[in-house]
């Protein structure tokens, strides 16, 4: 059974880098068939895409998070990481990875769907 | 301001049938396929219906879900207590940049 598991510091100052890793188990993030993403929901409110990368280290991000943001993965250690810089209060959010499948085992944007997804971890931005 | 547009709330009792609403436009839902997504309190959200209107293994036939030009449905009969769950649809714009967009979440209430 795959399973993702998100990590990294749950505190992160104004105007640093947050930097989280999701682990994978049971599947391999070089498999073909997958991509692998990050979602994050601020506290109270709906979910919000990040990004995702697929194993040829092709990436793919949200315009409004772009220029902060980097996605990206270590097949040795089965992981993908996210990386978002300049950060406000604005990121604190609880972070989720996700597994991005389409039909078939084939992913192909725009007949994709996430499954399954990490619990997800809690990162605050403070001082 | 989400890109899809879903009702904030719906409520229902128990044992009826209520219907959740997803809007968007020609560059999201009317030309790729809809997920939806449930998530109980607390925890991460997970996959209820995908391909517009596909139940994944273990997901009961009382969830479906239909799409039609620009909006998408998710439908729940026969409801249960522990039916109540924030609920979000999903699906691709392929517009200029090309990303994920996500509802603002519907908040199912079983009275």
């Known amino acids: 059974q795959v399973q993702l598991q998100e990590s990294g510091p749950g505190l992160v100052k104004p105007s640093e880098t947050l930097s989280l890793t999701c682990t994978v188990s049971g599947d391999s993030v070089s498999s073909g068939s997958y991509y692998w993403s990050w979602i994050r929901q601020p506290p109270g409110k709906g979910l919000e895409y990040i990004g995702y990368?697929?194993?040829?280290?092709?990436?793919n991000y949200n315009p409004s998070l772009k220029s902060r943001v980097t996605i990206s993965m270590d097949t040795s250690k089965n992981k993908f990481s996210l990386r978002l810089s300049s950060v406000t209060a604005a990121d604190t959010a609880v972070y989720f990875c996700?597994?991005?499948?389409?039909?078939?085992?084939?992913?192909?944007?725009?007949?994709?769907?996430?499954?399954?997804w990490g619990r997800g971890t809690l990162v605050t931005v403070s001082s | 301001q989400s890109v899809l547009t879903q009702p904030p709330s719906v409520s229902a009792a128990p044992g009826q049938k209520v219907t959740i609403s997803c809007s968007g436009s020609n560059s999201n839902i009317e030309n790729n396929y809809v997920s939806w997504y449930q998530q109980l309190p607390g925890t991460a959200p997970r996959l209820l219906i995908y391909?517009?209107?596909q139940r994944p293994s273990g997901i009961p036939d009382r969830f479906s879900g239909s799409k039609s030009g620009t909006s998408a449905t998710l439908g729940i009969t026969g409801l249960q207590t522990g039916d109540e769950a924030d609920y979000y649809c999903?699906?691709?714009?392929?517009?200029?940049?090309?990303?994920?967009?996500f509802g603002g979440g519907t908040k199912l209430t079983v009275l």
């Open positions: 999903a699906t691709w714009d392929s517009g200029l940049s090309g990303y994920w967009v």
């Open positions: 391909d517009n209107s």
């Open positions: 996700a597994r991005e499948r389409g039909l078939f085992g084939i992913a192909v944007p725009g007949n994709n769907w996430f499954d399954p």
């Open positions: 990368i697929y194993y040829t280290g092709k990436t």
